[in-house]
């Protein structure tokens, strides 16, 4: 029973435009959500995150959106630059110790 | 710089053996996690550890074991490695709230042949 889903395995976005990554999910019992962003032969690293009680995140080039009523989120990136090529995960806390990953979308940022 | 050091990047074994996976952090976290990672599937969380000797099944246990005598040391152990081990496995931190979020080591690219 997958409570988190990446429903797109991959993404592919101009440089310059703007890259919106999806994520859905089960539980509403999740208070906290976070992406993740991984290159090959490397872990994960943190992206941002955001808490339930709100509705946007922004740092820089990264806008986070939750939508508590659709169960919803996603992660804009503007403009896209080509070091943004990755798979990003996103995840959302379980208790307080727990984090549930979804599956992945894997961008590909072209010239 | 803070880190999550697993100790093999690549490891090849054979069906059967007994594999040990080895994860380190400097972070003085309390929490640590093994998970590994598959195409279509993303992270799935194998156990997790919230204190020294304490450990819990996450979801997919099975032919899988861990140990954590030390607070920086978290261990994975393979029992009797099969093909379907085969896998990216990634050790993670963290402190006891995740709202901060998790480490990641850099990931052990494990075949069992």
């Known amino acids: 029973d997958q409570q988190v889903k990446q429903n797109s395995p991959s993404l592919s976005v101009q440089e310059g435009r703007i890259s919106i990554l999806n994520c859905d999910y089960t539980?509403?019992?999740?208070?906290?959500f976070l992406w993740y962003k991984k290159y090959p032969a490397e872990g994960p690293t943190f992206l941002i995150s955001?808490?339930?009680?709100?509705d946007k995140n922004e740092d820089g080039r990264f806008t986070v959106f939750l939508n508590k009523s659709a169960k919803h989120l996603s992660l804009h990136i503007v403009p896209s630059q080509p070091g943004d090529s990755a798979v990003y995960f996103c995840?959302?806390?379980?208790?307080?110790?727990?984090?549930?990953f979804g599956q992945g979308t894997r961008l590909t940022i072209n010239p | 710089d803070v880190k999550v050091t697993q100790s093999s990047r690549y490891l090849v074994k054979r069906t059967g053996e007994k594999v040990f996976l080895e994860c380190v952090q400097d972070?003085?976290?309390?929490?640590m996690f093994w998970y590994r990672q598959d195409p279509g599937l993303g992270l799935r969380l194998i156990y997790f550890?919230?204190?020294?000797?304490?450990?819990e099944k996450g979801d997919i246990p099975e032919g899988y074991s861990v140990s954590r005598e030390k607070k920086e040391r978290f261990s994975l152990i393979l029992e009797s490695a099969s093909t379907n081990q085969t896998s990216m496995y990634l050790c993670?931190?963290?402190?006891?709230?995740?709202?901060?979020?998790?480490?990641f080591g850099s990931g052990t690219r494990l075949t069992v042949v």
């Open positions: 995840a959302a806390r379980q208790g307080a110790q727990k984090l549930v």
């Open positions: 993670a931190s963290s402190f006891q709230n995740v709202a901060r979020g998790y480490t």
């Open positions: 550890s919230y204190d020294v000797k304490m450990k």
């Open positions: 972070m003085d976290h309390e929490n």
């Open positions: 955001i808490s339930s009680i709100k």
């Open positions: 539980n509403s019992m999740f208070d906290y």
